[in-house]
């Protein structure tokens, strides 16, 4: 994976009709006074719908020094450029089955509460800021690489049925109207429905997943960068099954963006 140094980037220009949308919002939220769904204040200066300006500053973000393969924070004192060039002992060890991953924040209170209501709750609206975290991080972290498709990790077609949506591709989705690469929802699928991982030890969780996950159009990633985008990252046992489904397939490197990882 090449080394990527943090670029500048230049303010995006406003949309036609944003000054409209403004004042459309403002006019709803004197009909209808808005609150944040995490501490449930009137949302005001700072906002990011429907998040107040409060809980989305108060959103734990990763800062470098980050290990290079699987993101987790680094000591600051770490010799060198600990945010592009060094390895965690974990990776150093073992090496995972994905390129790289990033997460926007760690698995604080506040997110976990926000993903929460967007996962469980059915509070659609959370993609967006959740959405905009993913694109933060990768513009910082991600921006010198060519990635060629953003694929959400699946949920089984039951499971996607009961809940309404699946939050990964949702959170892909914001990701792609601000990054400008595609999602390709079709070209991975969960073929069968696990148990869910959240009691599961990590070796349970890897065994658990093995062989949970399919190609239906493998010329889709062949050759090609991709992308995986979750909410969360607890062991990186779904997304490291997920990856190694992907390379046996032909993607030439498979790298994992969630909104936040459990540390």
């Excluded at 209808?32 to 719908?49: A, I, K, S, V, Y």
């Excluded at 760690?106 to 659609?124: N, P, S, T, W």
């Excluded at 991982?197 to 159009?217: D, H, I, M, W, Y």
Aim: charged letters at 25%; one cysteine or more.
């Amino acid at each position: 994976m090449p080394v990527v140094p943090p670029v500048e980037h230049a303010p995006a220009l406003a949309p036609p009709g944003v000054a409209w949308r403004e004042w459309l919002t403002a006019l709803a939220d004197l009909v209808f006074p808005p609150f944040c769904p995490l501490c449930h204040r009137r949302l005001g200066p700072g906002r990011r719908d429907p998040l107040c300006g409060g809980c989305w500053e108060g959103l734990e973000r990763i800062d470098a020094p980050v290990c290079r393969v699987c993101g987790v924070p680094l000591p600051r004192f770490a010799p060198g450029p600990a945010d592009t060039g060094h390895l965690c002992g974990g990776c150093r060890r073992r090496r995972p089955r994905f390129a790289y991953v990033r997460s926007a924040t760690r698995y604080g209170d506040l997110v976990r509460e926000a993903i929460h209501a967007f996962k469980f709750g059915r509070r659609r609206a959370l993609a967006a800021p959740l959405g905009d975290l993913l694109a933060e991080t990768a513009r910082r972290e991600l921006s010198g690489l060519r990635v060629d498709l953003l694929i959400p990790v699946p949920l089984h077609a039951r499971r996607e049925r009961e809940r309404g949506f699946n939050q990964a591709e949702l959170l892909a989705r914001r990701l792609s109207a601000a990054w400008g690469v595609p999602v390709a929802k079709a070209v991975l699928s969960r073929r069968v429905a696990t148990t869910p991982q959240t009691e599961l030890t990590a070796p349970a969780r890897r065994a658990n997943v093995r062989g949970a996950f399919a190609v239906p159009r493998p010329d889709a990633v062949r050759g090609r960068h991709v992308l995986l985008v979750d909410d969360l990252m607890t062991t990186g046992a779904t997304a490291g099954e997920c990856a190694a489904c992907l390379v046996r397939e032909g993607a030439a490197s498979v790298g994992l963006l969630t909104v936040a990882r459990v540390l």
